[in-house]
């Protein structure tokens, strides 16, 4: 009979243990922390969203001009052949730089393009180390209501005492689309030449070279007074 009781009673327990209801867990007054998840799209594959399917096509219709060389260009060139034969000049035999003239023109005057080559070779002069002595500078600053000047071509204003062995000096001839030169280094007391170059200038960078100026995008030119 006992075991009949227990028998019963076993099930009886465990079904009244499942119609239990579950306890609810502890309610906070404490405020709670929402966590909303945003939903993110998926990035766009569609590769024609970001490339154009029309071909772009390249210009290269404009050209830069072409650079012109000027005077300077072409004395480098020739200092550099004459430096190839030249003898006796160092850094320490003072030289001097003459205006170049035309072959056929009295040696007494010399134009723009002579004095603008003399001044280029004493520039590549100084460079390539040779001592150069600038005899056109007086002993005073001459002051005046336009400018300040130190230089002269008047021979009574400059020192008849200058320091110079030898001198480098030329001659120019016109020639079929520019202009020859000749260069050469001479001795003043043997009058031996110990160095030269012979080269040539295109006539555009002659024609660049000139005593003009524009005013209001009309060429005028000096004239001498």
């Known amino acids: 009979m006992r075991s009949l009781l227990l028998g019963l009673c076993l099930p009886l327990g465990f079904g009244c243990a499942q119609l239990t209801p579950p306890t609810s867990p502890p309610v906070s007054d404490e405020p709670q ?7 993110v799209a998926a990035p766009n594959t569609n590769v024609a969203f970001y490339q154009s399917t029309q071909a772009v096509q390249n210009n290269n219709s404009f050209t830069a001009p072409p650079t012109r060389k000027n005077i300077t ?3 480098r060139g020739l200092m550099q052949d004459m430096a190839e034969n030249l003898q006796y000049v160092n850094r320490k035999t003072p030289l001097a730089v003459a205006s170049f003239v035309y072959l056929d023109d009295d040696y007494n005057d010399s134009t723009l393009l ?18 150069v002595v600038d ?3 007086t002993d005073f600053m001459r002051v005046t209501p336009t400018g300040d000047y130190v230089f002269s071509r008047d021979y009574l204003e400059l020192s008849q ?10 001659t120019l001839v016109n020639h079929q689309g520019g202009v020859l030169v000749n260069a050469r280094i001479i001795g003043i007391s043997s009058k031996a030449v110990v160095g030269s170059a012979q080269g040539f200038i ?4 002659v024609d660049a070279l000139d005593s003009n100026y524009r005013t209001d995008g009309i060429m005028l030119k000096q ?3």
Request: hydrophobic share 35%; net charge negative; aromatic share 12%.
């Open 33 to 39: 922390l929402v966590t909303a998840e945003r939903k």
């Open 73 to 75: 260009h072409y004395v």
């Open 114 to 131: 002579g004095n603008q080559i003399a001044e280029s070779f004493m520039h590549e002069l100084h460079t390539f180390g040779v001592p």
């Open 135 to 137: 005899f056109k500078t």
């Open 161 to 170: 005492d200058q320091n110079f062995n030898y001198v480098l000096a030329g």
């Open 202 to 205: 295109p006539q555009s960078v």
């Open 223 to 225: 004239t001498s007074e």
